[in-house]
């Protein structure tokens, strides 16, 4: 009933020619109880009777077949190589960490939660900025930037030049190649409202997190019918996750690396990271694995080290399954990262395509058997749960001809 009404009007101001964007916002505010009207399956029969229907067509269209993608990870799991994937698509806005700006906003500088804002609140406030984010609401993102914006200008976007679309026209001057060095030497601020639009134009929009502990975590954004959400869930041997910690973060990971040299577990040493690190990887895994409705057609985890063996291949994987077309440009940028290719990009390179994945598993040099021990027993249901297989022995350990990582497949919900 609600439904017909609103036809008659939208058919009424359609065939006045009334302005395309009152189309637009009337169509936005019907979607809903709207979903088996006429116009639509014309629309993808596409027979436009005249430009006013093209043009709503044309819209919907590309409404309907909008996706947004979220890479769920850890810190140190390659997530900025997979995100790489995405941000090198010219029909994706990729953004690289937003919710950065929402846990500096939210705590000290130990990186620990201020009193009167809990965690629950923490990953609210998280789940509001994607909300805004995806449908390109930049404004909003101002409430947690510092300095404040003025004139919805900013100069204090985090890791701005990580993401291509805040590097290319009109969000600043053409720069050849459009790399992350060049961008944050070349483009200074950045204005919000140019961002918005920029981000509108865009067909998809690809947002990479290492800042939701677990994918329950978002289970309102991925159940919000005005989403079309896509969760590309990353994940690594926590083994090989811990010893590229210690070697990024050697200050706050000092006692692990006086436990991994002298072979003795210090006193102060601070199991809670790591214990939960694993406890979100094997919570998050099991809600996938028992395949809940919320998360049919709109759930694949990748390991980290499948993606290193064989990239190309893993990207189509992940493209088919979000429903992305595949792009040449993306398969050429994995090939010169992953192939001795010298260049700006060295951040993400492997020396071939096959150390790539013997990189994936170099932790194995890198730790003694006692930590390797520790670290087996804290995580032992994530490492069962993901195929990685434990060592008992240093020769077990440090023999790369063996990979202890077990082939499987893991086969999205759809
Ligand atoms: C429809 O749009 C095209 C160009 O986009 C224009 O040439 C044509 O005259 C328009 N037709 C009508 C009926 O307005
Ligand atoms: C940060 O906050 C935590 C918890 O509220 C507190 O224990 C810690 O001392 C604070 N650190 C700094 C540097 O303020
Ligand atoms: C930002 O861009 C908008 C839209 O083009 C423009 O109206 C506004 O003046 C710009 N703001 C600044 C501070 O340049
Ligand atoms: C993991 O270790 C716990 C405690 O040592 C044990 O109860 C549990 O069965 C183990 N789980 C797996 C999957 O190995
Ligand atoms: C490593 O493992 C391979 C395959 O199992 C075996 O042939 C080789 O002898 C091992 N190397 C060492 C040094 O144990």
Redesign the pocket.
């Known amino acids: 009933m609600e439904c017909s009404w609103k036809a008659v009007v939208l058919l009424v101001f359609t065939s006045l020619g009334i302005q395309y964007t009152a189309i637009k916002s009337l169509r936005m505010a019907f979607k809903p109880p709207c979903r088996e009207m006429g116009s639509e399956s014309r629309c993808l029969q596409k027979e436009f009777k005249d430009n006013a229907t093209r043009m709503f067509c044309e819209d919907y269209l590309q409404q309907e077949s909008r996706k947004h993608i979220i890479i769920l990870a850890t810190t140190r799991s390659g997530s900025s190589f997979l995100g790489q994937i995405f941000n090198q698509n010219p029909d994706i806005f990729y953004l690289y960490e937003p919710l950065y700006h929402v846990q500096r906003a939210f705590t000290?500088?130990?990186g620990?939660v201020?009193?009167p804002i809990d965690r629950r609140s923490l990953l609210g406030a998280y789940r509001d900025l994607l909300h805004n984010l995806y449908n390109c609401d930049f404004y909003f993102l101002e409430n947690y930037l510092r300095p404040i914006p003025k004139d919805h200008e900013t100069s204090s976007f985090f890791r701005r030049g990580a993401s291509n679309a805040l590097c290319l026209p009109p969000l600043c001057e053409q720069i050849n190649p459009v790399n992350e060095h060049l961008c944050s030497k070349k483009c200074k601020t950045v204005n919000l409202t140019l961002v918005s639009d920029s981000c509108h134009r865009y067909k998809h929009m690809a947002i990479k997190t290492v800042r939701i502990p677990e994918i329950n975590d978002i289970r309102t954004l991925v159940e919000d019918p005005r989403l079309n959400l896509k969760v590309i869930h990353l994940v690594r041997d926590p083994r090989g996750i811990l010893a590229s910690r210690m070697n990024t973060f050697t200050d706050l990971y000092r006692a692990w690396k006086i436990w991994n040299t002298l072979g003795r577990k210090p006193h102060n040493i601070d199991l809670s990271q790591i214990t939960t690190t694993c406890t979100d990887l094997s919570n998050s895994v099991e809600t996938g694995f028992s395949r809940p409705l919320w998360l049919k057609g709109k759930y694949m985890l990748v390991r980290y080290e499948d993606l290193a063996r064989d990239p190309v291949t893993k990207a189509k994987e992940m493209y088919k399954f979000i429903g992305l077309e595949w792009k040449v440009k993306v398969q050429k940028w994995i090939e010169q990262n992953t192939k001795g290719y010298v260049g700006l990009t060295r951040n993400f390179k492997f020396s071939t395509s096959r150390n790539a994945a013997e990189t994936a598993e170099n932790w194995r040099l890198h730790l003694g058997l006692g930590l390797v021990h520790a670290l087996q027993q804290i995580c032992n249901v994530t490492l069962s749960l993901l195929g990685y297989q434990t060592v008992d022995s240093t020769i077990q350990l440090r023999n790369l001809s063996n990979s202890l990582v077990e082939p499987k497949t893991f086969t999205p919900f759809t």
């Open positions: 000290n500088s130990s620990r201020q009193k």
